[in-house]
């Protein structure tokens, strides 16, 4: 028998986030560096002129890693607040 197949008030309490609100986040994490990225490039396109491969790469990797780094975060907070609220759903079930 599965866990899952089990009485809710029977099975172990967990706050780990499904394997799909994780693969969320990360393609959303995914996202929010490609929009870093793109603004990153936007901004010394707008200001280089010339050459400017170099800074247009940095701008470019600087951009990802912030747009990706917030995400990030929100992501954290996110499954987390959506695992103590599971987790307390499943308490107050298993009370009555």
Known sequence: MRVSELDPAKRPLSAIPSPLARAIAFVAILVCALAGASIGY?????????????????GIFVGAVIG?????????????????????NDRDASRG
């Open 68 to 88: 990706a780094v917030g995400m990030s975060v929100v992501s954290v907070l996110v499954l987390r607040a959506v695992g103590e609220w599971r987790e307390m």
């Open 42 to 58: 936007s901004m010394v396109d707008i200001q280089c002129s010339g050459a400017c491969g170099t800074p247009l790469g940095i």
